[in-house]
């Protein structure tokens, strides 16, 4: 259980960098 909510947790903070990192790529872009 505690190694399946590490994964979750994991996948969630992957998705949050990516998100951050394509707003930046289309903030920089203008």
Do not use: S
């Not at 259980?1 to 203008?30: C, D, E, N, S, W």
């Amino acid at each position: 259980m505690m190694l399946r909510h590490a994964l979750l947790v994991q996948l969630l903070l992957v998705i949050t960098v990516a998100a951050a990192g394509t707003v930046v790529a289309l903030v920089v872009r203008g």
